[in-house]
T-cell receptor, first 115, second 114 residues
Framework: AQTVTQSQPEMSVQEAETVTLSCTYDTSESDYYLFWYKQPPSRQMILVIR??????QNATENRFSVNFQKAAKSFSLKISDSQLGDAAMYFC????????????FGQGTELSVKP | DVKVTQSSRYLVKRTGEKVFLECVQDMDHENMFWYRQDPGLGLRLIYF???????EKGDIPEGYSVSREKKERFSLILESASTNQTSMYLC?????????????FGSGTRLTVV
């Protein structure tokens, strides 16, 4: 079975600085998708970025980018120019197309942003 | 604006009660999911459904059941609520497998069983 591990329960970053959140996963599949979700205090889960496993190029969305290392099964999220509104819980997630499209989540990383 | 709506934001129930958590989506998604969120454990899948009247167990189905009579509605049922079911419950929907989309989530129901 696939697993997703986020080893950093909490992270902190100074406003305008850069922070990297770590995520590793375990799978024997070759075709899958990876996601980062943000959950602010409002509880609404927001999709931050997605990566298709077959694509070698790392995904980028404005200030958010990923470092996808398929062989190492690593999928880290980099947030550049951190803003106060980036403070939230961040979840890494894995989606297989062989299991009904269900998402498997990591434990989450609580990010705080200091002014 | 597309939406997944959960009927209650906060809910307090007594031990042994039968509890219904309702979820409605307006995106014509085939797949719907119920997750439970606990600190340090992330989101764990309880049940999911990929079609009307179809259901599949997730990773932690014990003590729960589900109902999907219509495409847009997916209900989670706690047959006899217990204190260890105190948690945040999140509903989500998505297009079926093979389509590269993430999920759309509801805003969660925080359930307290006393």
């Amino acid at each position: 079975a696939q697993t997703v591990t986020q080893s950093q329960p909490e992270m902190s970053v100074q406003e305008a600085e850069t922070v990297t959140l770590s995520c590793t996963y375990d799978t024997s599949e070759s075709d899958y998708y990876l996601f980062w979700y943000k959950q602010p205090p409002s509880r609404q889960m927001i999709l931050v970025i997605r990566q298709e496993a077959y694509k070698q190029q790392n995904a980028t969305e404005n200030r958010f980018s990923v470092n996808f290392q398929k062989a190492a099964k690593s999928f880290s999220l980099k947030i550049s120019d951190s803003q106060l509104g980036d403070a939230a819980m961040y979840f890494c997630a894995y989606r297989s197309e062989n299991q009904g499209g269900k998402l498997i989540f990591g434990q989450g990383t609580e990010l705080s942003v200091k002014p | 604006d597309v939406k997944v709506t959960q009927s209650s934001r906060y809910l307090v129930k007594r031990t042994g009660e039968k509890v219904f958590l309702e979820c409605v989506q307006d995106m014509d998604h085939e797949n719907m999911f119920w997750y439970r969120q606990d600190p340090g454990l992330g989101l764990r899948l309880i049940y999911f459904s990929y079609d009307v009247k179809m259901k599949e167990k997730g990773d932690i189905p014990e003590g729960y059941s589900v109902s999907r009579e219509k495409k847009e509605r997916f209900s989670l049922i706690l047959e006899s609520a217990s204190t260890n079911q105190t948690s945040m419950y999140l509903c989500a929907s998505s297009y079926p497998q093979g389509v590269n989309y993430g999920y759309t989530f509801g805003s969660g129901t925080r359930l307290t069983v006393v």
